[in-house]
Protein backbone atom coordinates (compact mmCIF):
# COMPACT_ATOMS: atom_id res chain seq x y z
CA UNK A 1 0.00 0.00 0.00
CA UNK A 2 1.58 3.37 -0.65
CA UNK A 3 1.49 6.63 1.13
CA UNK A 4 -1.77 8.21 -1.25
CA UNK A 5 -3.74 4.88 -0.10
CA UNK A 6 -2.86 4.71 3.60
CA UNK A 7 -6.34 3.19 4.75
CA UNK A 8 -8.51 2.93 2.08
CA UNK A 9 -8.54 -0.68 1.58
CA UNK A 10 -8.62 -2.19 5.17
CA UNK A 11 -10.95 -0.53 7.08
CA UNK A 12 -14.80 1.46 5.55
CA UNK A 13 -14.40 5.23 4.69
CA UNK A 14 -17.07 7.11 6.33
CA UNK A 15 -17.96 10.83 5.26
CA UNK A 16 -20.66 13.34 6.64
CA UNK A 17 -22.28 15.76 4.47
CA UNK A 18 -20.69 18.26 5.85
CA UNK A 19 -18.75 19.90 2.45
CA UNK A 20 -14.57 18.86 2.26
CA UNK A 21 -12.07 20.95 1.22
CA UNK A 22 -9.38 20.14 -1.68
CA UNK A 23 -6.14 20.49 -0.32
CA UNK A 24 -3.04 20.07 -2.71
CA UNK A 25 -0.51 17.47 -1.36
CA UNK A 26 2.75 16.68 -3.17
CA UNK A 27 3.19 13.03 -1.28
CA UNK A 28 -0.69 12.03 -1.69
CA UNK A 29 -1.83 13.68 -4.88
CA UNK A 30 -4.76 15.36 -3.10
CA UNK A 31 -6.23 15.74 0.11
CA UNK A 32 -9.67 15.70 1.12
CA UNK A 33 -10.05 17.49 4.44
CA UNK A 34 -13.42 18.48 6.79
CA UNK A 35 -11.25 19.69 9.71
CA UNK A 36 -7.83 18.50 11.23
CA UNK A 37 -9.47 15.37 12.71
CA UNK A 38 -10.53 13.93 9.36
CA UNK A 39 -7.82 13.80 6.58
CA UNK A 40 -8.43 11.35 3.88
CA UNK A 41 -5.29 11.57 1.09
CA UNK A 42 -6.05 10.60 -2.17
CA UNK A 43 -4.04 9.45 -4.96
CA UNK A 44 -6.23 9.94 -8.52
CA UNK A 45 -3.30 7.69 -10.23
CA UNK A 46 -4.50 4.60 -7.54
CA UNK A 47 -6.06 1.52 -9.25
CA UNK A 48 -9.36 2.05 -7.31
CA UNK A 49 -10.61 -1.24 -8.71
CA UNK A 50 -8.82 -2.68 -5.70
CA UNK A 51 -11.31 -1.05 -3.47
CA UNK A 52 -14.28 -2.81 -2.27
CA UNK A 53 -17.53 -1.32 -3.76
CA UNK A 54 -18.40 -0.07 -0.28
CA UNK A 55 -15.24 1.93 -0.61
CA UNK A 56 -15.51 3.16 -3.60
CA UNK A 57 -19.55 4.81 -2.83
CA UNK A 58 -17.59 6.11 -0.21
CA UNK A 59 -14.96 7.86 -2.02
CA UNK A 60 -17.11 8.75 -5.19
CA UNK A 61 -19.69 10.95 -2.40
CA UNK A 62 -16.58 12.47 -0.92
CA UNK A 63 -14.71 13.38 -4.15
CA UNK A 64 -18.78 14.16 -5.21
CA UNK A 65 -18.99 17.22 -2.11
CA UNK A 66 -15.66 18.36 -2.81
CA UNK A 67 -16.46 19.26 -6.54
CA UNK A 68 -19.81 20.69 -5.40
CA UNK A 69 -18.29 22.65 -3.13
CA UNK A 70 -15.42 23.88 -5.47
CA UNK A 71 -18.41 24.21 -8.07
CA UNK A 72 -20.54 26.37 -5.74
CA UNK A 73 -17.14 28.52 -5.01
CA UNK A 74 -17.15 28.90 -8.81
CA UNK A 75 -20.32 30.32 -9.36
CA UNK A 76 -20.13 32.95 -6.56
CA UNK A 77 -17.23 33.55 -8.59
CA UNK A 78 -18.17 33.74 -11.61
CA UNK A 79 -21.10 36.26 -10.29
CA UNK A 80 -18.55 38.20 -9.00
CA UNK A 81 -16.77 38.83 -12.28
CA UNK A 82 -19.99 39.00 -14.06
CA UNK A 83 -20.65 42.12 -11.81
CA UNK A 84 -17.14 43.61 -12.66
CA UNK A 85 -17.76 42.77 -16.59
CA UNK A 86 -20.78 45.01 -16.78
CA UNK A 87 -19.53 47.12 -14.39
CA UNK A 88 -16.81 47.74 -17.23
CA UNK A 89 -19.07 47.66 -20.46
CA UNK A 90 -21.20 50.08 -18.60
CA UNK A 91 -18.62 52.38 -17.57
CA UNK A 92 -15.65 52.32 -20.30
CA UNK A 93 -15.78 54.88 -22.63
CA UNK A 94 -17.68 53.78 -26.39
CA UNK A 95 -14.99 55.37 -28.28
CA UNK A 96 -12.92 52.51 -28.77
CA UNK A 97 -10.40 53.42 -27.11
CA UNK A 98 -10.68 51.15 -24.02
CA UNK A 99 -8.99 51.50 -20.43
CA UNK A 100 -5.12 50.06 -20.05
CA UNK A 101 -4.48 48.71 -16.68
CA UNK A 102 -1.69 45.98 -15.34
CA UNK A 103 -0.72 45.39 -19.30
CA UNK A 104 -4.10 44.97 -20.30
CA UNK A 105 -6.50 46.87 -22.53
CA UNK A 106 -9.96 46.53 -21.88
CA UNK A 107 -12.49 48.01 -24.73
CA UNK A 108 -15.90 47.81 -25.09
CA UNK A 109 -16.43 45.48 -28.55
CA UNK A 110 -20.40 45.10 -30.27
CA UNK A 111 -20.88 42.13 -32.25
CA UNK A 112 -24.13 41.26 -34.48
CA UNK A 113 -25.72 38.11 -33.63
CA UNK A 114 -28.62 36.31 -35.03
CA UNK A 115 -31.74 35.23 -32.69
CA UNK A 116 -35.07 34.09 -34.05
CA UNK A 117 -37.89 36.46 -34.33
CA UNK A 118 -40.45 34.09 -36.17
CA UNK A 119 -39.87 30.34 -36.32
CA UNK A 120 -42.58 30.18 -38.50
CA UNK A 121 -41.04 32.49 -41.36
CA UNK A 122 -37.42 31.05 -40.68
CA UNK A 123 -37.98 27.19 -41.29
CA UNK A 124 -39.59 27.50 -44.68
CA UNK A 125 -36.38 29.49 -45.83
CA UNK A 126 -33.98 27.02 -43.72
CA UNK A 127 -35.72 24.40 -45.90
CA UNK A 128 -35.80 25.85 -49.56
CA UNK A 129 -32.30 27.17 -49.04
CA UNK A 130 -30.98 23.71 -47.80
CA UNK A 131 -29.23 25.43 -44.78
CA UNK A 132 -29.84 23.09 -42.10
CA UNK A 133 -26.37 24.17 -40.86
CA UNK A 134 -27.81 26.81 -39.13
CA UNK A 135 -29.78 24.56 -36.78
CA UNK A 136 -27.61 22.64 -33.84
CA UNK A 137 -28.00 18.86 -34.21
CA UNK A 138 -29.70 17.78 -31.02
CA UNK A 139 -33.14 16.91 -29.52
CA UNK A 140 -34.82 18.69 -26.53
CA UNK A 141 -34.96 15.04 -24.85
CA UNK A 142 -38.12 15.73 -22.40
CA UNK A 143 -40.05 17.11 -25.17
CA UNK A 144 -39.39 13.90 -27.61
CA UNK A 145 -39.82 11.63 -24.23
CA UNK A 146 -43.41 13.67 -23.70
CA UNK A 147 -44.59 12.71 -26.76
CA UNK A 148 -46.64 9.55 -27.42
CA UNK A 149 -45.18 6.29 -28.60
CA UNK A 150 -41.87 8.53 -29.36
CA UNK A 151 -39.75 5.40 -29.72
CA UNK A 152 -41.21 4.64 -33.26
CA UNK A 153 -40.93 8.07 -34.52
CA UNK A 154 -38.75 7.57 -37.83
CA UNK A 155 -35.81 9.10 -37.56
CA UNK A 156 -34.71 8.47 -34.01
CA UNK A 157 -33.25 5.70 -32.27
CA UNK A 158 -33.14 4.84 -28.54
CA UNK A 159 -29.88 5.04 -26.53
CA UNK A 160 -30.03 3.94 -23.30
CA UNK A 161 -28.13 6.02 -20.72
CA UNK A 162 -26.13 4.42 -18.46
CA UNK A 163 -25.81 6.30 -14.73
CA UNK A 164 -24.79 5.83 -11.29
CA UNK A 165 -27.70 6.62 -8.74
CA UNK A 166 -26.07 7.29 -5.16
CA UNK A 167 -28.70 8.50 -2.67
CA UNK A 168 -28.37 8.80 1.00
CA UNK A 169 -30.25 6.24 3.13
Known sequence: MT???TGLVRQPLVFREEPFRLCEDEKAGHTLTRDSSMTLRINRD???TTLSL???VSLFRAVRSVR???DKEAE???AFESKIQNSLI???PKSGEGV???GYLA???TKKVPTIKDWNLLVPVIVQSGRFDWLQKRLADKAVTDTENWESIPGLEVFNAVKLSVTKI
Open 54 to 56: EDR
Open 90 to 92: EDI
Open 100 to 102: VSS
Open 3 to 5: AGQ
Open 107 to 109: KVE
Open 46 to 48: QDI
Open 68 to 70: LSM
Open 76 to 78: SMK
